[in-house]
């Protein structure tokens, strides 16, 4: 632990590490230019969707075309902010079944769950042998 910074939350009687505090920082701001990226997204969607009624239509496409380019533009910007993101493969195995990503989520929390209810228990029966060791120790028979 040496050289790392601690603080020391109220709310919790826990000790957090700053760096901890600072990834919080940095996934609360992924969040925000997810629902950029979602907003874009969605604004292109829209866009290429009124450009296909417009074409069934005879409608003047430009403005709409114009529209998608800069649309396109604002995704290329705001790429870099994703270039650190990994997607596991399972993941996009679980889309492509036609899962729901909640569902794959929560199947892995629920894994998480079940490995630290069995670790607790690991931790309890590590605790209860110290303390038998210990008053063995310090009272021997």
């Not at 109220?10 to 992924?30: I, N």
């Not at 679980?94 to 899962?99: A, K, L, M």
């Amino acid at each position: 632990l040496s050289g790392q910074r601690f603080l020391i939350t109220e709310t919790h009687s826990s000790v957090v590490t700053q760096d901890f505090v600072e990834s919080l920082k940095a996934c609360s701001q992924q969040f925000k230019g997810m629902d950029e990226l979602q907003g874009e997204l969605e604004k292109l969607l829209e866009d290429l969707r009124l450009a296909g009624v417009m074409s069934v239509n005879g409608g003047d496409l430009g403005p709409r075309v114009t529209a998608i380019v800069e649309r396109l533009a604002r995704l290329e910007a705001i790429k870099e902010q994703f270039q650190h993101i990994n997607i596991p493969f399972e993941l996009l195995q679980s889309i492509d079944n036609g899962q729901h990503p909640d569902a794959f989520t929560k199947s892995k929390l629920d894994q998480l769950v079940t490995q630290f209810a069995a670790l607790q228990k690991e931790k309890d029966v590590f605790g209860t042998l110290n303390t038998k060791f210990c008053a063995a120790v310090t009272h021997p028979k």
